[in-house]
């Protein structure tokens, strides 16, 4: 079965750039999208068809899609941004969620 | 405004059934495919299962087959989940989700959830 792969956690500075990785074989020919949660909140969708924002989410939020790996990119990191990250596709009738990374602004 | 109510979790045995419902609201249901994505305490996300607009197509994850059954009913703008056998690993918060469109296959609306606690 399909599987996608992210880093247990990733930190930045404040104002810095954050990058959350998602690997999975020949990902790049699957739209990816990926979602943010906050601790007792449901999940709010920040990127759509790999690169694609849906309105309310900041130009901060951006993502890319190539090859075996896609990224979730976050400019100029804020304390609210601080929350777990998760990367989705669809795969044989089946969806796929990465484990999730947790996005911690130092 | 979009709105997902997701209802009926309890605290219920192994081997016990449940029935889940998740009331919608704020767009036309009957055009948008559904899903139930759940989260164990403290783990990752795990999508459970997706009906089609219709009804006509329903996938789900290898865990739950044979023992979920996802329907839904156009008319009262519901989805439902319907959970039998229940195991201890069943346990977590019970999201509905709408997706987007049947292109795209993101999930742009969630609910607050509910939670299944399997335990005796």
């Known amino acids: 079965s399909y599987e996608l792969t992210q880093p247990l956690s990733v930190s930045v500075a404040l104002g810095q750039t954050a990058r959350i990785t998602c690997g999975g074989k020949n990902i790049g020919s699957k739209n990816v999208h990926w979602y943010q949660q906050k601790p007792g909140q449901a999940p709010v969708l920040v990127i759509y068809r790999d690169s694609n924002r849906p309105s309310g989410i900041p130009e901060r939020f951006s993502g890319s899609n190539s090859g075996n790996m896609a990224t979730l990119t976050i400019s100029r990191a804020q304390a609210g941004d601080e929350a777990d990250y998760y990367c989705q596709v669809w795969d044989s009738s089946t969806v796929i969620f990465g484990g999730g990374t947790k996005l911690t602004v130092l | 405004e979009v709105q997902l109510v997701e209802s009926g979790g309890v605290l219920v045995q192994p081997g016990g059934s449940l029935r889940l419902s998740c009331a919608a609201s704020g767009f036309t249901f009957s055009i948008y495919s559904m899903n139930w994505v759940r989260q164990a305490p403290g783990k990752g996300l795990e999508w459970v299962s997706y009906i089609s607009s219709s009804g006509s197509t329903i996938y789900y994850a290898d865990s739950v087959k044979g023992r979920f059954t996802i329907s839904r009913d156009n008319a009262k703008n519901s989805l439902y989940l319907q959970m039998n056998s229940l195991r201890d690993e069943d346990t977590a918060v019970y999201y509905c989700?709408?997706?987007?469109?049947?292109?795209?296959?993101?999930?742009?609306?969630w609910g607050q959830g509910t939670l299944v606690t399997v335990s005796s």
């Open positions: 989700a709408r997706t987007t469109n049947d292109y795209s296959k993101n999930f742009d609306y």
